[in-house]
DNA sequence: TTTTAATTGTGAATTCTATCACAATCTATT
DNA sequence: AATAGATTGTGATAGAATTCACAATTAAAA
C-alpha cells in the first residue's frame, strides 16, 4: 500500500479534493469521525469507492470507527500537496482572469497568486488586487525571479496557443487552461482545460435525450 | 447502431463537444473531409476511439474518404442539442457571474442568458450587458415566464444550496454549478459542478508525485 | 469478559471503456 | 476494368475502474 510513486488514476485524485472538502465540512459540524458510507453518501459515491481511493495511499481509517477528520484532513493536504505554497500566475486580466483574481477559494487553498500577465498598455504595470500585472513580454524574468510553477490562462482565444507555448518554453509544468485552444504539449507537464461550452453541450444532451 | 436513448457515457459525450470544436476548426482552415486519424491527432485520442464515439450515433463517415465536416458538424450539433436556442439563467452577478454572462462562448453555441438573478437591490431591477436583472424572489414567475431550462450558479457557496434548491423546485432541469456546494437532486435532473480549486489541487498532485 | 454492532481494507468479480485488427468499401490511377 | 491506397465500422479483446462481499478489527454494551 501507500505506494504514492505508481500511476494513481485522475478520477481518484479529483475524487480526493471532494473528500477533503466534504471533510472540513464535516469538521466544522463538530464531528470528529466520519465513515466511508458518509462521505460517499454526501457525494453519491459509493464506500467501497472511497475506501479504495484512500487505501491507494495508506490505512487510515478504524475498524469500527471510521476516519479521524482533522488526521485525515492533514493526511489528504499532504498527499494532494496543499502543505505548501504554490506561487501562481494568470494570463490575461480581462472578465474572465479579473474574476479569478479575486477568487477566494485559490489563497485559501494555499494557491497564491503571485503575478499577473496581459498586452494592454491601460492594465500593465499597474496593481490589480494588491497583485502585480506584468507585460507579457516579462513572462520569462518574473517566472524566474518569482519561482512561479502554474500558470492559468485567460487570454482571448486566438492568443492562447502561443501564450501556452511560451509558458511551457518557460519551464511552468502546471497549467489550467480555460480557452478553446488544445496544444500539445511535453509528457511531464500537466494541462487540463476547463471546457466551460463543452459543460453545458453535454447538459444540453441530456436534456433532450433523458426520455422526459 | 444509432440508438440515441440506449445510455451514452458522459466521458462520449464530452469527446463530441471536444470533435464538433475540431471540426469547426479544420472547416475554417478550409478542409473538407477530415478522417478520424486527424480528429484524433489533434486532441490527443485514438482514431478508434473517434470511430467508435460516432459508431453509436450512425454511420457518418466514407469509407477511404473520412468524415464530411459540414454534415458532420450539422449532425453533432443535433445530437448534442446545438440546433435549438437554449434559455440560460445565470444565478448571482458577482465576479464570476459578470464574466459568465459576457462569455462570447455561450451565445454563439446557442445558450441565450435571458435572466441573471441577484439579492442585491444595487443590482436588481437594471440590466447587465442588455440582460435583464431580477431578484431572486422573482425566481419561479421569471422562470415560468421566460422559459428558462438551465441555470448556472454563481452565487457565494453559502446561498448555494438553498438556491439550488429553489431552481429544482422550479423545474429547470440542467443546472451547472461553479460553488463549492453540493446538493442531491432528482434522477430526470442534470446537475454538473465545476470544481476550479479541485482542478488546481490535482494539478498540484500530478506536480510533486511525477518523478523530475 | 463476552457479545453485538459497526466499519475498515482488500482480493475477487463485475461492469464499463478503450483499443485492436481486419473485412468492407470508397476514390483515384493506370 | 483492374489495382492500389486510404479509411470506415465493428466484433473481439484487452484494460481500467468500480462494486461486491467478507475476514479482521475496534468500540461499546451487556
Ligand atoms: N468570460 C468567461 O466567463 C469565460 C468563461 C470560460 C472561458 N472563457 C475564455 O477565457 C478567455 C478570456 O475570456 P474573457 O471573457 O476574460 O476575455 P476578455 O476579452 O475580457 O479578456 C482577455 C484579456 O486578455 C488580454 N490579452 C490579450 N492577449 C494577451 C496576451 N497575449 N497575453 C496576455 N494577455 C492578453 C486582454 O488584454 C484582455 O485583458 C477566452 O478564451 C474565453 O473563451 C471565458
Ligand atoms: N470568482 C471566481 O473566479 C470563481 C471561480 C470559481 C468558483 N467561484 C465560485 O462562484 C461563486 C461566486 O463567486 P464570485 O467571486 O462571483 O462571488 P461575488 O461575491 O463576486 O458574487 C456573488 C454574487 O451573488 C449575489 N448573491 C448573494 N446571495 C444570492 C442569492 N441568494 N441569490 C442570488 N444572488 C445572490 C451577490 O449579491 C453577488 O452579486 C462562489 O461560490 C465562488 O466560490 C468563483
Redesign the pocket.
Known sequence: ?ANTLRAI?L??VERLSIYLRTLRESLVEGMDFI???EIGKRND?????V??D??CFG?????????QISELINTLETILGLDREWKVAIFGLGKLGGALACYKGLKSARFNVVAIFDVDPKKVDKTYKNIPVYHSDMLKKVVREKKIQIAIIAVPTDSAKATIQRIIDAGIKGILNFTEARVPYPDEYILKNVNLAGELESISYYLIHSDL
Open positions: 500500500m488514476p478520477s481518484t465513515s466511508s458510507t459515491f459509493t464506500a467501497a469507492q475506501r479504495k484512500l487505501s490505512n487510515f481509517g478504524i475498524k469500527g470507527t471510521g476516519y
